[in-house]
C-alpha cells in the first residue's frame, strides 16, 4: 500500500500531518503531486458520544433510535466534501497527464498509484451543469468513493477511508446533542447549510456557510455523504444500551441499500439535514443509466450523493480491512 | 425515512404513470392469433443492446426473448447472463434462448431476422444499421433501432426508403432518441409549442464532455485490421460517424424537435487537438457547427471530447418572451419568463429508456400506427452535415449533404467477413488518414 519509508518529500508530506498520539494531531493541508490541488484536513478527537435521536426530537424517524453509546477512536476528517477539482485528479488521470506533460519520469510511488483502478469516463456531463471548478464531486457510486480513498491512499503514503456511519454523526454532532450541530431550531439551518429553501437549484462551492464547532464544513446539506455502512433500519437495536459500542459498523454485503448521511440541496424538509438522519442508496439512483450492465461508477440520477474522506490516527491491519470490508468491495451485479 | 420527501413523491408518481399505463392496454391483449406473446430477437449485444432487451422484455405483458447476434461469441454471452439477471424478477419477461439461436459473425443479423420473432433490436454500431434495418422492414418485422440510424448520406437514404416500406406495410418502428419520451421534455417540449416563451429564434445545443470508453483491444489481442476497428468501433467514421453523429444526435435532435424541422444549411470548424494517439482511430474531438434553419433561424452546436474543460449536455431555446433549458436530468429543466418567472418541471423522473418501449410495444399491442424512422434519419442527416462541414471547412446544404454526400461504408458491407479490408487503414507507424478542413472532399462530384 505504501512506497516506504524516506519519501516524505516526494508525497510533499506535510509535517503538521505527522502524529502518533492524539495530542500530537493539528490541521494539515495535504498537496497532490502534479497538481496545483490541495485538500485540508481537521483533527477529530477520540471520544464516546450518544449515537441516534431521541424519541421526541422533531422529524425524528424510526430508524434513529435506540440512542445508544458509542466509542470514536481519533482520526482527521476533510474539512470540506470532496471537490471535483480533487475527484477529477483520480478519475480523468489529469496527475498523470500532468506528470508527463511535465516530463517526470514515474517512480515507486507513481507505480502503486497508478495501479488503482480508475473510472471508465463518464457518459454524459457529471456536474449537470452545476458548476465544477470549487463544487463538490457527486454522483459517484460508493464502490468509486471507496476507490477514491484507495487511490489517495497511495498517492499520499498515508490511510485514507470513508468514515463510518458512527464516525461521521459523531463528528457532525460535534459533541452537541440537540437535532443539528447548532442547536434545534431549523430557521437557523440557512447560516450553516444548503437545503432545497435556499439552493434549489444545485449544489454550490464547499465551504461557503458557517462551519460546525470542531470545524468542519456542510455536514448538514449541500452534498450528502457516503459512508461506509450497509443500511440496516434496526441496526441501533443491536446494542446493549449498559454498554459501550466499539467500532460499530454495518458491514456491507449488498449493494443496496448503504448509508449517506448529512442531507443535500435536493432535500426540501430540513430534518433530513439533522445530526441523527440517516438516508440509504437506492437502484433508482442510477435509473437513466442505459446500459446492461450498469456503471460500476456512476449514479446517473443521484446529484445530491458525495463523500469526505477520513484518515484513521491508527490505520487499520490489513486483517480489519478484510473485516470489516473497507476496501473498494466490488458488486456481483455490476462485474461486466 | 418515515418523512416524506420530495425524492419519495417523485417515485409516487411515476409508479402512478406506470398503473395508469397497465390499465389502458388490458382489453386489447390480443395479438398474433389470440397469442398475447411479442417474440424478439437481439441483434448487437453490447451494454446498450443488452439494456434496450432488458427494457423491451420489461414492458406490459408476455415478452419473449428468442434469438441473438453479435459479431462477437464473447459479448453475446455476457449480455445473455445479464439480461436473465436484469429481469428475473419480471413476471412476463420471458427468456427461451437456446443455442440454435445464438448467432456470431457479421451475418447473424439475417439470422435473428429470420427466426420466428415479431420485433427485431438493432443495436449494433451505428454503420450497419441501414442494412440491417432494411432487411428487417423487407422480412416483416416490427423494430427498435438506436440512434444514430447510418453514418453516411447514403445510408440516411436507404433508412429513409425502408421507413416508406415500413409504413406501408404497417410496422412499427422505434428509434432511441428516448428524449421524445421523456416526461421532462414532453411537458417544456408542450409549452414552448404553446407559446410559452414567444416564437423560438435559436438554439444552442451541447454534448461536451471527457469522451467515452478507452480503445478495448491492442494490435497484438486482435487477428486482423477489421477485428481492430470492430472492438473499437467508436473511434473508425464508418462504424461510428465520429461523436458528432454518435452522442451529439441527441441535442441536435432537440434542436429540430423544437424548430420544428430540418436544417437547410451549415458551416462549421472542428478538429483533433488533445485525442490525437493512433489507438484513438481518425474520429475529431471537437466540433462546433452553426445550423442555418429554412425560414433563417440559427441552432448552434458545440460537441467535444476533452477532458478537463467546460462540459455541458443540454438545449437551450431562446424565445421572444423567455428562455427554455432541457437535460436529460428532470431536475436542470426549466423555462425562465422575460418577466423574471420561472417554472421548473416537478413530474415523473421514470427513465425514459423504458417508457419508450413501453410507447413502442403498446402501439404493436393496440395496432396503433407508429414510426419514428423518418424523423430518426433525419436527425441522423443533420450530424452527418454537421461533420460534412468539419471535415471539409465548407458550407454545405441539406440537399447537396443528402444527395451528394460521399460515401465512407465499404463497398461489399452485406458481405464482410474479418478478413475484408476496412474503408481506412493505418499507414506503416499506425496512424490513420485525418479529414483536413480546406482538403477534404465530402461531396460527390
Known amino acids: ?30 498537496k497532490l503531486r502534479d497538481t496545483e490541488i490541495s485538500f485540508e484536513m481537521v483533527p ?66 507513481d507505480t502503486l498509484a497508478d495501479a488503482v483502478t480508475r473510472p471508465t469516463p463518464e457518459y454524459t456531463d457529471m456536474t449537470f451543469g452545476m458548476g465544477h471548478d470549487g463544487y463538490p464531486a457527486i454522483s459517484m457510486t460508493q464502490l468509486a468513493a471507496k476507490m477514491y480513498c484507495k487511490w489517495l491512499t497511495s498517492k499520499t503514503g498515508q ?134 450492465p450498469q456503471s460500476m461508477w456512476y449514479l446517473t440520477d443521484a446529484e445530491f450523493v458525495g463523500f469526505r474522506v477520513i484518515r484513521p490516527l491508527n490505520p487499520p491491519s490489513e486483517e480489519e480491512i478484510k473485516k470489516y470490508v473497507l476496501y473498494p468491495d466490488i458488486p456481483e451485479e455490476l462485474i461486466k | ?25 388490458v382489453g386489447s391483449r390480443a395479438f398474433a392469433d389470440g397469442d398475447d406473446t411479442i417474440r424478439i430477437g437481439l441483434v448487437g449485444c453490447g451494454g446498450r443492446g443488452t439494456g434496450a432487451a432488458a427494457q423491451a422484455l420489461s414492458t406490459t405483458g408476455n415478452v419473449k426473448l428468442v434469438a441473438m447476434g453479435d459479431a462477437f461469441a464473447d459479448q453475446l454471452e455476457n449480455s445473455l447472463k445479464n ?101 421532462c421534455y414532453l411537458d417544456l417540449v408542450e409549452r414552448v409549442k404553446n407559446g410559452e416563451i414567444g416564437d423560438v429564434l435559436a438554439m444552442r445545443v451541447y454534448w461536451n464532455g471527457g469522451g467515452v470508453w478507452e480503445p478495448r483491444r491492442t494490435r497484438d489481442q ?37 424548430l420544428g424541422g430540418y436544417p437547410v444549411k451549415a458551416n462549421g470548424m472542428g478538429g483533433r487537438q488533445v485525442r490525437t494517439d493512433k489507438r484513438y482511430g481518425e474520429i475529431y474531438d471537437h466540433h462546433a457547427v452553426e445550423y442555418t434553419f429554412a425560414d433563417g433561424r440559427t441552432m448552434i452546436s458545440q460537441c467535444r471530447h476533452i477532458r478537463g474543460c467546460w462540459n455541458s449536455v443540454s438545449e437551450h431555446g431562446h424565445g421572444t418572451k423567455g428562455m427554455v433549458h432541457l437535460s436529460s436530468n428532470p431536475r436542470s429543466c426549466k423555462l425562465e419568463y422575460a418577466n423574471g418567472d420561472e417554472y421548473q418541471f416537478k413530474g415523473d423522473t421514470k427513465t425514459p429508456y423504458q417508457i419508450e418501449h413501453d410507447d413502442l410495444f403498446a402501439a404493436i399491442r393496440e395496432g396503433r400506427s407508429y414510426n419514428e424512422a423518418v424523423n430518426g434519419a433525419m436527425s441522423t442527416m443533420t450530424s452527418i452535415l454537421g461533420r460534412m462541414c468539419t471535415y471539409s471547412g465548407k458550407e454545405i446544404t441539406m440537399d447537396e449533404a443528402l444527395n451528394k454526400g460521399s460515401s465512407i461504408m465499404p463497398s461489399n458491407l452485406a458481405d464482410l467477413t474479418f478478413e475484408s479490408t476496412p474503408p481506412t487503414v493505418p499507414d506503416e507507424n499506425g496512424f490513420y488518414p485525418i479529414p483536413m478542413p480546406g482538403k477534404t472532399e465530402v461531396l460527390d462530384s
Open chain 1, 1 to 30: 500500500m505504501f512506497a516506504g519509508e524516506g519519501d516524505d518529500e516526494k508525497y510533499l508530506r506535510n509535517p503538521d500531518s505527522i502524529a502518533t498520539t492524539e495530542a500530537e494531531m493539528k490541521p494539515y493541508t495535504q
Open chain 1, 44 to 109: 477529530i478527537p477520540g471520544g464516546t458520544f450518544i449515537m441516534g435521536s431521541p424519541e421526541d426530537e422533531p422529524g425524528r424517524a424510526e430508524d434513529e433510535g435506540p440512542q445508544h453509546k458509542v466509542k470514536i477512536e481519533p482520526f482527521w476528517m476533510g474539512k470540506h466534501e470532496v471537490t471535483w477539482d480533487e475527484y477529477d485528479t483520480w478519475r480523468l488521470e489529469l496527475d498523470k497527464r500532468l506528470r508527463q506533460f511535465a516530463g517526470r519520469e514515474s517512480d515507486n510511488i
Open chain 1, 159 to 292: 490511510y485514507y477511508r470513508l468514515p463510518t456511519e458512527a464516525e461521521w454523526e459523531y463528528a457532525c454532532r460535534a459533541g452537541t446533542t440537540t437535532a443539528f450541530s447548532f442547536g434545534d431550531d431549523p430557521e437557523k439551518l440557512d447560516e450553516y447549510g444548503w437545503f432545497y429553501g435556499n439552493s434549489p437549484d444545485g449544489y454550490q462551492k464547499v465551504g461557503l456557510k458557517k462551519p460546525n464547532p470542531w470545524g468542519l464544513y456542510d455536514m448538514h446539506g449541500n452534498v450528502a455523504e457516503w459512508c461506509l455502512d450497509q443500511y440496516v433500519p434496526d441496526f441501533y437495536s443491536k446494542f446493549d444500551n449498559d454498554k459501550v459500542a466499539i467500532f460499530p459498523v454495518a458491514v456491507p454485503s449488498e449493494l443496496y441499500p448503504r448509508v449517506v448521511r448529512g442531507g443535500s440541496w435536493y432535500d426540501e424538509e430540513p430534518e433530513l439535514l439533522r445530526s441523527a438522519a440517516r438516508q440509504k442508496s437506492d437502484p433508482d439512483w442510477k435509473i437513466q443509466d442505459p446500459q446492461l
Open chain 2, 1 to 25: 425515512m418515515s418523512n416524506t420527501s420530495r425524492r419519495d413523491f417523485l417515485k409516487h408518481t411515476s409508479v402512478a404513470a406506470a398503473s395508469a399505463g397497465v390499465l389502458a392496454s
Open chain 2, 83 to 183: 439480461i436473465e439477471r436484469q429481469t428475473r424478477k419480471v413476471e412476463d419477461a420471458h427468456i427461451a434462448v437456446d443455442d440454435d439461436h445464438k448467432f456470431v459473425g457479421f451475418d447473424a443479423y439475417r439470422k435473428v431476422i429470420a427466426s420466428d420473432i415479431d420485433l427485431v433490436i438493432l443495436a449494433t454500431p451505428p454503420g450497419f444499421r441501414p442494412l440491417h434495418f432494411e432487411h428487417a422492414v423487407a422480412s416483416g418485422k416490427h423494430v427498435f433501432m438506436e440512434k444514430p440510424v447510418a453514418t453516411d448520406a447514403g445510408g440516411v437514404r436507404q433508412v429513409l426508403e425502408a421507413a416508406r416500406v415500413a409504413k406501408e406495410k404497417n410496422l412499427k418502428v422505434g428509434v432511441g432518441l428516448q428524449r421524445h419520451h421523456q416526461p
Open chain 2, 222 to 258: 486482435v487477428a486482423s485490421e477489421m477485428e481492430y476497428q470492430m472492438r473499437s468501433w467508436y473511434y473508425y467514421n464508418w462504424l461510428c460517424g465520429d461523436h458528432i453523429c454518435e452522442q451529439h444526435i441527441h441535442n441536435l435532435d432537440v434542436g429540430n424537435w423544437i
